[in-house]
């Protein structure tokens, strides 16, 4: 995704397609518009981008030609200007390969990095507190509830269930890791940031629709 933003059309194809009129509940409009903007966007990359490696060794390949050229018949003005208009193309495709491999680094990291050590230990304490006893019934039904202490107040959770403002959801999203790795659906925190004046709206009333209704819209 962050390939994409290299190209200053990418900005102007997620407009246009997100200002697409699409019926329904906040959630429903928002998930339907990541699915068409993921799906012009695949196509969008294979017209523009193509293969990236290609386009490297393509592009070397150009200058190397060039440069012979010079060599053989002798250095010409036409030469000298195709060769640094060519000199171009290779910085621009190599910094698209860099932010590629880095992309394809991070997924991979989050999928195998380390053994997941952490995610493993983190889904051993969540099997741990769902095994553990809340409450005793012992003869004549009396139960005991006291064998796990209330961590959250009544007041602390009323406040983390409140509906939060548009300013906290704007904190929010970009108070996350630009550079994680994608979702599920292929967008990543990256997209909604590089993008937020266009898809600021929708994303605000699905959280707020989400958090109002305690319930998630099904992919």
């Known amino acids: 995704m962050q390939t994409w933003n290299l190209n200053p059309n990418c900005k102007s194809i997620v407009k246009k397609i997100w200002n697409y009129t699409i019926h329904g509940d906040p959630m429903f409009v928002l998930n339907h518009k990541l ?46 200007e195709q060769e640094k208009a060519a000199k171009i193309e290779p910085d621009y495709s190599l910094q698209i390969e860099d932010v590629f491999w880095r992309e394809k680094a991070r997924a991979k990291w989050n999928c195998e990095g380390d053994k997941n050590t952490a995610y493993f230990h983190r889904l051993t304490k969540i099997k741990q507190a769902t095994k553990k006893i809340s409450m005793l019934n012992i003869e004549n039904n009396h139960i005991i509830e006291d064998t796990i202490p209330c961590l959250i107040s009544d007041q602390i959770n009323d406040v983390l269930s409140m509906i939060p403002t548009p300013e906290e959801i704007v904190y929010a999203v970009f108070a996350m890791n630009k550079n994680g790795a994608l979702g599920s659906d292929g967008n990543g925190e990256s997209f909604f940031q590089s993008h937020w004046n266009t898809v600021k709206f929708d994303v605000i009333a699905a ?3 989400f958090f109002s209704q305690n319930w998630i819209s099904p992919n």
């Open 35 to 80: 699915k068409d903007i993921k799906q012009e966007l695949d196509t969008w990359n294979t017209q523009t981008f193509g293969t990236i490696h290609n386009r490297v060794i393509e592009a070397t390949l150009k200058i190397n030609n060039i440069q012979l050229s010079n060599d053989n018949n002798g250095p010409s003005d036409t030469l000298l």
């Open 207 to 209: 959280t707020s629709q």
